[in-house]
């Protein structure tokens, strides 16, 4: 038999390549289980949600939970973003509230990260960028991570042929069960998934929140998106923050929380807990299936040439002009939060919650998301550590 020559030379150094990929790909999927780094504003008192539900502390899915109380009493809110850590103008805004808030009256709490445990994976054979990139205004760069709508497999495993909602008997498809949007109420005594639903409902419940929001981005082609989602509970405070908005020239729909759609946060806390509970999605072209490449150009600008024919044709529920930037969908969050802040008081006076320093809609759409972020402390400005 003869042998080549230079083969166990060729062997050596496919061998050092293959080590050289593995190596790299190790560390990037390693650096994607690292928290990203924020800097609360002044007032915040920092906690995790196994202080509101014990059997999640020292489980991947206890996340931080941040409190700022004004000097006056008043009402309580809570903002909440990561529920589905693929959707990033829902945790973007909420970062946004924790950095910039000053709360005169009444509490506001914020969980920029609610399924933490979806920050740590991408979606498999979606090609997803693993972060995304804003510039300061001191010229420095932060960085945030782009997760999966769901819990990581490696926190969610087994997954069953078919997932039941614990309180209903509701049906779904076996992957939902590492769906934090269809594990609420939760369980004490579920998966992972389910008890951090019941950690959230804890949290609300104890600490007797007023007013919910979870934020949320959809597809352009979906059709309850650019929307808010109210309980019937919330329905008249969202009736009046949506004649607001139209006013002040920003679209929204309102639509009313289905009896028979179990799972979901505008449902379950309404039904579960005392609060006013509203979801709210913002259109973001990386969310749909008609996108061409998912880079993080797409999620930042959200320019398709994909949605630019799917708009000529009538297939979208959004006007889209050729983008879908993170500016206008985090604009979007922030105003319409910020206009249900505006209105609570009206709605009931002893609700009252009165934040200064969130930046307004014009404001991000003119100097971008960035100009609004806090810049890291030195120990925490290295790459590596901003997750």
């Not at 805004?93 to 509490?107: H, Q, S």
């Not at 972060?131 to 926190?155: C, E």
């Not at 950690?199 to 059709?223: C, M, N, T, W």
């Not at 930042?300 to 500016?327: H, M, N, W």
Request: aromatic share 6%; proline share 8%; hydrophobic share 40%.
């Amino acid at each position: 038999m003869k042998i080549l020559r230079g083969t166990p030379v060729t062997a050596l150094v496919l061998l050092v390549l293959v080590g050289a990929v593995s190596f790299l790909a190790a560390r990037e999927f390693l650096a994607m289980r690292v928290p990203d780094v924020v800097v609360p504003a002044p007032g915040y008192e920092t906690h995790l949600l196994s202080e509101w539900e014990p059997s999640l502390k020292g489980t991947p899915a206890d996340t931080p939970v941040y409190i700022q109380a004004g000097s006056e009493p008043g009402g309580t809110v809570l903002v909440m973003g990561g529920t589905h850590p693929n959707e990033p103008s829902s945790s973007l805004t909420a970062v946004l509230f924790l950095e910039r808030a000053r709360v005169n009256r009444g509490r506001l709490v914020v969980i920029p990260f609610a399924n933490i445990m979806g920050f740590s994976h991408n979606d498999p054979q979606e090609a997803s960028p693993q972060r995304l990139h804003f510039t300061l205004a001191d010229g420095s760069v932060r960085t945030f991570k782009y997760g999966s709508r769901a819990t990581n497999p490696i926190h969610a495993w087994p997954a069953p042929d078919v997932y039941i909602h614990p309180q209903s008997g509701q049906e779904l498809s076996g992957k939902e069960k590492s769906n934090l949007n269809r594990a609420h109420p939760g369980t004490p005594d579920g998966d992972l998934t389910s008890r951090l639903a019941y950690g959230l409902r804890q949290l609300i419940v104890k600490e007797k929140i007023d007013l919910a929001f979870d934020l949320h981005e959809a597809s352009p082609e979906y059709p309850v998106v650019n929307a808010m989602v109210a309980h019937e509970r919330s329905m008249e405070l969202a009736a009046m923050v949506v004649m607001e908005l139209e006013g002040a020239g920003i679209p929204m729909r309102l639509e009313p929380s289905p009896k028979n759609l179990r799972g979901l946060t505008h449902r379950e806390w309404g039904d579960f807990t005392e609060t006013m509970p509203i979801l709210l999605e913002t259109a973001n072209p990386s969310q749909g299936r008609l996108r061409g490449r998912t880079d993080e150009d797409l999620v930042l600008t959200g320019r398709d040439k994909c949605y630019t024919k799917a708009a000529a044709l009538g297939r979208l529920f959004v006007p889209y002009d050729g983008s879908q930037s993170i500016e206008l969908r985090v604009a979007r969050h922030t105003a319409t939060v910020k206009t249900f802040l505006d209105m609570l008081g009206l709605f009931d006076e002893a609700k009252e919650v009165d934040v200064e320093g969130i930046p307004t809609y014009e404001e991000l759409l003119g100097q971008g998301y960035g100009a609004f972020l806090t810049p890291l402390p030195l120990k925490d400005a290295s790459p590596g550590s901003q997750g």
